[in-house]
């Protein structure tokens, strides 16, 4: 599943993938909705996102813990849930519906998938997953937020010898919300831990994932693999970590079309509700029409990547170059379409907006997805 | 509940009885649709046996392997998908075992009398009038249909005509089965951008339609054809298709084929195009997985809207990229095609047959309205037609 060179023929007909929310998923979403509910609803997630720390650290302890949503990709036998891809999505997109701050992706998703590429059968990998998986540390990869599946990956950090590293690396998400971090290095990858490091702090675009560089000064770390091994632990986990954020902006997308049908059917001008106007309604229903092809995308990469189909790099590819854009474009509806109210501070589409943005940039561009389109799909460039 | 066991036997008695090889095909469909092996969810006696729709496929299947006969369904897709489901749900029992055998086994062709010149999106508002003959106590038709599929081949029509203009448009509408052989009936081919006349004209002068013909109460007419509407929705969008098929499939084959052609804005514009398609293609297997699961979503109200334009992007596209070639088209030739294949002919072809996606079978304006309606909750525009005795209205 996480060979960078295995391809798929555009026309190979592989089981269809279930499309579909099983219960058990159903009922993960309605436990993660009510935690946010109670305690991430917008002002709160406004008034944090100013500070330097948006994160609620009780909101964490539950989410992770409590709900176990951060060991959904571990296996039982490693401390973990033993689900899958599938339930993270639906994790995911409730997160992006109440576009939380929480370390989620790069903790739970990214960093999982990385300890998981490694050999966990060492008690190094092994201690060290079971800690994240129970939500008791938050572990992030060391890597730009902007690397994709299928790019080169960073070199900006050395091994002095015995794992020391010097060298840096970002703008790496949610390392100021880190115990540990994963660090690439060219003698392999690295735990390593957030006090040996330096966090430049940026300021971000999308206030709810904050961004830093992560500098290191001789830092040592404990080695987790080889190159060979970090770099195909390193590149699954973009995978997988591209394919899930499908999901948090199908998540986004659905709280903006929701929140912005709800304001024009309230919103009296020129003596009718403002939804009432075809112009706008017809913008809303290609807009539901975008949120329900995004919906079949995101749960396609998802569960191609919980059963391990060979379909999907390419399913992951697609929902990225097609959800990226919806996202953004329900976001600019939202503000759009509410008007006056849709610029201010106090009402949270921003946060939405910058969200939507920032998530169309990160792990892969729609643009660089559609490369890999092509890749996969044998249309080769001119 | 009859069981798959127990349909499998029958089919058995069926292929036994009449082997495929040694029987005529009509008498094989007509022993078939007896036997309740036509539509198996249809009643008893009417070519059904009141099994669950599903069980259909098992039917189906078994018969295709003994190499039986089939209805050859897309030549009678009118009768099948937009009468018959009407006539089932609004006739009388001498209307069903009158109408439903020879539909069914194709040896009556039929067709749909909805659209007029000036009623198409507004199709309440037409204008056919239907007035009773005092004496007989039959109807008199007067006026014009257009985009008439199979009129040229079709035995029957279902037809809705007005019987009261001082009424609302809504009410004043009666639903009638039309004798397409009955004098006054003239049937002209209606020539389309693609040079092919797919469709038809119909007039219609002083064509007399007996009341035993009528479907359903005088005034029930809007009524009874928001039911063959809706299967005619259900039948637009419900088509299951691989990757790569439909209109990005001959786009993508040019592309690996003709590599002088590239150019990287096409390239751009086809790798977006593959991945909406795709994720297209996505959304109609999780919408038939929400049927099969009993769930269904709204999302079928959309499936037509996403694919108009599709179609009619990727078939643009597909000319640019031929270059010159794209210059050139197969045939401008007058013909009458019996199966439409929007795919079937050349990338010129294509282009222009796609600009009717947007347009037949609901017009994407109006599609829009419906979801933002229905889907949404959205309040509709203020209108004053609704009320308004039909004369009264503009036209």
Redesign the interface.
């Given at each position: 599943m996480t060979d960078e060179t295995e391809r798929t023929t555009p026309m190979a007909s592989h089981a269809p993938f279930d499309l579909l929310y099983s219960e058990t998923e159903e009922e993960l979403r309605s436990a993660v909705r009510a935690l946010l509910a109670d305690r991430c609803d917008a002002a709160s997630v406004l008034a944090r996102a100013e500070t330097d720390r948006p994160y609620d650290p009780e909101l964490w302890s539950t989410l992770a813990g409590g709900i176990g949503a951060a060991g959904l990709l571990v296996p039982e036998k490693l401390g973990g849930q033993g689900a899958s891809h599938r339930e993270a999505a639906v994790v995911l997109e409730e997160l992006g519906r109440a576009v939380a701050p929480a370390p989620y992706l790069t903790s739970a998703v990214l960093a999982t998938e990385i300890l998981l590429g490694c050999d966990t059968t060492s008690a190094e990998v092994a201690g060290l997953l079971a800690q994240v998986a129970a939500g008791a540390r938050v572990c992030v990869p060391a890597v730009p937020l902007t690397l994709a599946p299928g790019a080169p990956l960073p070199s900006g950090v050395r091994d002095a010898g015995g794992g020391v590293l010097t060298g840096s690396a970002g703008p790496v998400a949610d390392a100021v919300a880190a115990d540990v971090l994963l660090v690439l290095a060219d003698t392999g990858l690295y735990a390593v831990p957030a006090a040996a490091v330096t966090l430049v702090r940026a300021v971000p675009l999308d206030l709810t994932r904050p961004l830093a560089t992560v500098e290191l000064d001789g830092a040592t770390g404990t080695r987790l693999g080889d190159p060979a091994t970090a770099r195909a632990a390193v590149a699954g986990a973009l995978l997988s970590g591209a394919g899930l954020l499908a999901s948090e902006q199908l998540g986004i997308a659905q709280w903006c079309l929701t929140e912005t049908v709800a304001h024009v059917r309230a919103r009296h001008q020129f003596n009718r509700p403002v939804g009432s106007f075809q112009a706008l309604k017809h913008r809303l229903a290609r807009l539901w029409l975008d949120v329900a092809s995004a919906r079949a995308a995101a749960r396609a990469a998802a569960d191609a990547l919980a059963t391990g189909s060979p379909d999907a790099p390419l399913t992951v590819a697609v929902a990225q170059a097609y959800c990226s854009g919806v996202a953004v474009r329900a976001a600019e509806e939202c503000v759009q379409l509410h008007g006056g109210i849709g610029m201010t501070w106090e009402h949270p589409a921003h946060l939405y907006l910058k969200r939507a943005k920032a998530d169309a940039l990160a792990l892969g561009s729609a643009g660089h997805h559609r490369t890999l389109v092509a890749d996969f799909a044998e249309l080769p460039s001119p | 509940m009859i069981t798959s066991e127990e349909l499998l036997a029958r089919v058995r008695d069926l292929l036994a009885a009449h082997p495929p090889g040694e029987s005529d095909r009509t008498d094989f469909l007509r022993a078939r649709f007896d036997a309740g092996l036509a539509w198996v969810h249809y009643p008893e006696g009417l070519g059904g046996l009141g099994a669950p729709r599903s069980l259909q496929a098992v039917v189906d299947a078994e018969l295709e392997a003994a190499g039986a006969p089939g209805n050859d369904p897309r030549r009678i897709g009118i009768g099948l998908g937009m009468a018959a489901p009407t006539i089932l749900a609004y006739g009388t029992a001498e209307q069903k075992h009158r109408f439903l055998r020879p539909l069914w086994v194709g040896e009556e062709v039929w067709c749909q009398l909805f659209s007029e010149p000036g009623a198409g999106s507004d199709l309440a508002a037409l204008a056919t009038r239907a007035v009773r003959e005092e004496d007989s106590g039959d109807w008199i038709v007067d006026g014009q249909k257009v985009w008439t599929s199979s009129a040229h081949t079709a035995r029957w029509a279902i037809l809705i005509a007005r019987t009261d203009p001082a009424l609302p448009k809504h009410r004043g509408i009666t639903y009638f089965l039309c004798d397409m052989h009955a004098p006054g009936v003239e049937v002209r081919p209606l020539r389309q951008i693609t040079g092919e006349a797919e469709f038809n004209e119909v007039f219609l002068t002083g064509v007399r339609i007996p009341d035993a013909h009528r479907l359903g109460a005088v005034g029930q007419g809007w009524e009874v054809a928001r039911t063959t509407l809706m299967n005619e929705r259900v039948s637009i969008g419900g088509m299951r298709i691989?990757?790569?098929g439909g209109m990005i499939g001959p786009v993508?084959a040019v592309?690996?084929e003709r590599?002088e052609l590239?150019?990287?804005a096409l390239?751009?514009r086809?790798?977006?195009l593959?991945?909406?398609a795709?994720?297209?293609r996505?959304?109609g297997?999780?919408l038939r997985?929400?049927l099969a699961?009993g769930?269904p979503?709204?999302?079928g109200s959309?499936m037509k809207?996403?694919f108009a334009r599709l179609n009619q992007e990727i078939s643009g596209l597909e000319v640019e990229l031929l270059g010159a070639e794209g210059l050139l088209y197969e045939d401008w030739t007058m013909r009458r095609p019996e199966i439409v294949d929007f795919t079937g002919r050349d990338a010129g072809y294509r282009y222009l047959r796609a600009k009717g996606n947007s347009i037949e079978g609901g017009t994407s304006?109006v599609l829009?309205?419906i979801?933002?309606?229905r889907?949404?909750?959205?309040?509709?525009?203020?209108r004053d037609d609704k009320d308004t005795a039909w004369k009264d209205l503009a036209r």
């Open positions: - | 691989p990757r790569e993508s592309w690996r590599p590239r150019t990287h390239h751009q086809l790798l977006e593959w991945v909406e795709e994720v297209a996505l959304t297997e999780r997985q929400q699961a769930q979503g709204p999302e959309g809207l996403t304006e829009l309205n979801v933002a309606e889907v949404l909750g959205l309040p509709a525009e203020p």
